[in-house]
């Protein structure tokens, strides 16, 4: 079974830009939630997906949006870009059964970096 | 305030030997789920093992057991029989209801193993 894929694996980018993140979830996930690490602040939340809707959300600004597609692919979007938002950005996968045994299955990662 | 405190930044262990990895958290829900996981210098986040707080048993996967203190609020990682493909980051994680997909991490530890 493909585990979870994320696309591109690495990108720079200049600050003001905007920047497209993909995530494959693991065949049968329907939930896609997305995190970001940083050296600084450790690994947090962003948001979660489930049936194409926004079930959850961190404390992030509002430049930070996703979306998620009926097959429950995901994208997130990060516009007008600052030095502060490189970071590793994990998309984690799960069933969303309900059950509290649910566990979220990650990604490689996507290393973007803002110059 | 934090929710998911590990104390030991970093940790040296001699391969075959066995390491203790430090978690304690802080939750008022009586429903949530504990996480460890494994972050290779790759990136990706491998999970490891998995505790509810309604397990009676302390949970156990191969090499890795759980010893799981609900009163005190810890939840350690025991790797038995430690290896060089041991070395990494490990994560503690919680997730405070069923329905909440939001995983809440420790700072980290990372572990070297010394052959």
């Known amino acids: 079974k493909a585990g979870v894929t994320q696309t591109p694996r690495y990108l720079i980018k200049t600050r003001g830009q905007q920047v497209t993140l993909s995530c494959s979830p693991i065949?049968?996930?329907?939930?896609v939630s997305w995190y970001q690490q940083t050296p600084g602040q450790g690994l947090q939340f962003l948001f979660e997906y489930f049936s194409e809707t926004q079930r959850n959300k961190g404390n992030f600004p509002g430049r930070f949006s996703g979306r998620q597609f009926s097959n429950s692919r995901s994208e997130m979007n990060v516009s007008t870009l600052e030095l502060g938002d490189s970071a590793l950005y994990l998309c984690?996968?799960?069933?969303?059964?309900?059950?509290?045994?649910?566990?979220?299955?990650f990604g490689p990662g996507t290393r973007l970096t803002v110059l | 305030a934090q929710k998911i405190t590990q104390t030991q930044p970093g940790m040296f262990v001699q391969e075959k030997e066995a390491v203790t990895l430090d978690c304690t958290y802080d939750t008022s829900d009586p429903s949530y789920g504990l996480f460890w996981y494994k972050q290779p210098s790759s990136g990706e986040m491998i999970f490891l093992i998995y505790q509810g707080s309604y397990d009676q048993q302390n949970a156990t996967e191969g090499r890795y057991s759980l010893n799981f203190q609900k009163a005190r609020k810890s939840a350690n990682l025991v790797i038995s029989a430690s290896q060089l493909g041991d070395s990494a980051m490990y994560f503690c994680?919680?997730?405070?209801?069923?329905?909440?997909?939001?995983?809440?991490f420790g700072a980290g530890t990372t572990v070297t193993v010394r052959a």
């Open positions: 984690a996968s799960s069933k969303r059964t309900g059950a509290s045994t649910d566990t979220q299955y």
């Open positions: 065949s049968g996930h329907r939930s």
């Open positions: 994680a919680m997730r405070e209801e069923p329905n909440d997909y939001k995983l809440s």
